[in-house]
């Protein structure tokens, strides 16, 4: 049976979407999930053979964090192929945000400063931070995320300037609900995320994943002791094992995929930001103001083994925990049409709190 091949690169942009929504990081290495690969052949193979099926699962999201053999081979796909043949990110993408040091046009080049005292201060600040003590054992997260991902309904050239509004429950048996909303259009300065009233809004998704399929103690069962606990975050989160020059970038995607799912304790906040501290690769752009309109303080790290990317994270100066990250193309991509410095993607933490039941509360 021939390839369609408008069809089969429909659905590799499928595989590669799902990374986007998951949360996954490209970098990730598959081995540590304790995934086995397709290699590519094999892989657009399968693809091919089974294009009705993956077709109407068409922008389905999965929940952040899955390590599941799907969600691990579209990170895959994401990281080695590019299914595009037109111009998918040359529509506009969300404005770069003014930096205190680093201004969105220049977001590629300016270097930033030295971090280490401000994230020194914000470790502190962090520690101190009291966390909500909640009334319930249900992990409860809202995050506002955009990412550049092609519009089905407008056609290839165009790309999506909605938020995407993630609601999740992690409960103490491990499972996992998410349910997925159209969040409100940015305001022209690529502001304007909010928090909005869950009940009141129809859910694009609601999906389940069963217990057992996180450890709901992962962050919370860490040493109290500081000494202790920096040594147990670079463990947990594998950063230990990155060289020295890839453990800042492998930290700034521990804070974002931990931030997603859990209540972070405010000590293991504090330990992450003691880590970056370390990491001469991290620079600070300074204050911001973030997607929802907060006052943030920003920090960046340019991965060695993706230079063509900035990552930032938005920390609140002053509670020290995290309110946003940000990754902006800073150099051209031949396969991307897209003017270099843009928004790849974002996402806007809202909410992290305890609560009695695994969904919206009633109306």
């Known amino acids: ?32 999930l304790g995934v086995r690969l397709d290699s590519a052949d094999e892989l657009l193979a399968r693809v091919a053979a089974r294009p009705d099926e993956l077709a109407a699962r068409r922008r389905r ?6 390590a599941t053999a799907v969600a691990a081979t579209a990170a895959l ?16 993408t969300p404005p770069v945000l003014d930096f205190e040091f680093a201004n969105a046009q220049d977001i590629a080049t300016v270097p930033g400063k030295d971090a280490a005292p401000s994230l020194r201060r914000l470790s502190i600040v962090a520690g101190r931070f009291s966390e909500p003590a909640g009334q319930g054992q249900v992990q409860h997260v809202v ?7 092609i519009d089905d309904d407008e056609g290839a050239d165009s790309i999506a300037l909605i938020p995407t509004l993630n609601e999740t429950w992690l409960s103490p048996d491990g499972s996992f609900r998410l349910i997925e909303r159209t969040g409100r259009p940015l305001s022209p300065d690529g502001r304007g995320v909010t928090a909005q009233a869950s009940q009141h809004q129809p859910s694009k998704a609601d999906e389940t994943q069963p217990a057992d399929s996180f450890d709901p103690l992962l962050l919370s069962e860490l040493p109290k002791d500081p000494a202790r606990l920096r040594a147990a975050v670079l463990k947990v989160t594998t950063c230990d094992d ?61 991965p060695a083994d993706r230079d063509h990317y900035r990552l930032v994270l938005i920390i609140s100066p002053r509670t020290g ?16 049409d897209v003017t270099a410095p843009a928004i790849t993607q974002f996402t806007a933490f809202l909410t992290a709190e305890r609560v009695s039941r695994a969904g919206p509360a009633a109306p």
């Open 1 to 32: 049976m021939p390839f369609d091949d408008d069809r089969v690169r429909d659905d590799v942009e499928l595989l590669r979407q799902t990374a986007l929504d998951s949360g996954l990081d490209p970098r990730l290495d598959p081995d540590d």
């Open 61 to 66: 999201p999965v929940a952040a964090l899955a």
């Open 77 to 92: 796909v994401l990281g080695v192929l590019q299914p595009w043949q037109s111009s998918p990110a040359s529509a506009e």
């Open 143 to 149: 995050t506002d995320n955009w990412f550049g991902s």
């Open 242 to 302: 990155e060289t020295r020059r890839g453990r800042a970038a492998c930290l700034f995607s521990y804070a974002q995929e931990y931030n997603s799912t859990y209540v972070v304790p405010t000590r293991v906040t504090a330990a992450l930001w003691a880590l970056l501290a370390d990491e001469p690769s991290v620079r600070l752009l300074g204050e911001v103001r973030d997607r929802a309109g907060r006052p943030g303080v920003g920090v960046s790290v340019i």
């Open 321 to 336: 925990q995290l309110l946003g990250t940000e990754e902006i193309l800073i150099k051209h991509v031949p396969e991307l």
